[in-house]
């Protein structure tokens, strides 16, 4: 059962353009939700999160985007750059006894083209 | 990955032998996750830490181990690797749940022949 959902397994984008990247879940009880890259041969690193009580989180060249009635969630980058080229997943958490334990999507991999 | 370091970074074992992952932190964090990442499945937690010799199991725990005896070591223990065990597996780190991102190490290539 698969509660988070990446279903775009790649993306190829104009350098310069807008990348967005979605994401799908679930399970009602997720508060917290989070994106994180990764290139190959390293570990995830983390890009940026959002509260369930927000619905537009900013940092630099990236917004995450989250509709809770459509338990939808959206990364945008702006502008995209090859440097931004890598494997993208998103992940979240919920409170009680499952917090700070993260459920990630299968993730999609980002290919942005000078 | 500063302050976080997995050893091996590569191992190659057999069927029905056992093998240890070692996570080793330097940054004093309370929680230390183990999570395995496999095609089609994203990265699933396999256990996790909340304390020295306080831990509990993820979603992927049959047939995995672990121990914390201190706060900068987090082992996982594939107590008879099996086929479906292959995977890279990857430690996490954070001292504040929820607070913002995980740190993870640069992860172990396991390949069980």
């Known amino acids: 059962d698969q509660q988070v959902k990446q279903n775009s397994p790649s993306l190829s984008v104009q350098e310069g353009r807008i990348s967005i990247l979605n994401c799908d879940y679930t399970?009602?009880?997720?508060?917290?939700f989070l994106w994180y890259k990764k290139y190959p041969a390293e570990g995830p690193t983390f890009l940026i999160s959002?509260?369930?009580?927000?619905d537009k989180n900013e940092d630099g060249r990236f917004t995450v985007f989250l509709n809770k009635s459509a338990k939808h969630l959206s990364l945008h980058i702006v502008p995209s750059q090859p440097g931004d080229s890598a494997v993208y997943f998103c992940?979240?958490?919920?409170?009680?006894?499952?917090?700070?334990?993260?459920?990630f999507g299968q993730g999609t991999i980002l290919t942005v083209h000078p | 990955d500063a302050g976080i370091t997995q050893s091996p970074r590569h191992k190659v074992t057999e069927t029905g032998t056992p093998v240890t992952l070692r996570c080793h932190q330097t940054?004093?964090?309370?929680?230390m996750y183990w999570y395995r990442q496999d095609p089609g499945h994203g990265l699933r937690l396999i256990h996790y830490?909340?304390?020295?010799?306080?831990?509990d199991k993820g979603e992927v725990s049959d047939g995995y181990s672990v121990s914390r005896s201190k706060t900068e070591d987090f082992l996982l223990t594939l107590e008879s690797a099996t086929s479906s065990q292959t995977s890279v597996y990857f430690c996490?780190?954070?001292?504040?749940?929820?607070?913002?991102?995980?740190?993870f190490g640069s992860g172990t290539r396991l390949t069980v022949v």
């Open positions: 992940a979240a958490s919920a409170g009680g006894t499952s917090y700070g334990k993260l459920t």
């Open positions: 399970n009602s009880m997720f508060d917290y």
């Open positions: 959002i509260s369930s009580i927000k």
């Open positions: 940054e004093n964090h309370r929680y």
């Open positions: 830490s909340y304390g020295v010799k306080d831990t």
């Open positions: 996490a780190i954070t001292e504040r749940q929820g607070a913002g991102g995980y740190t």
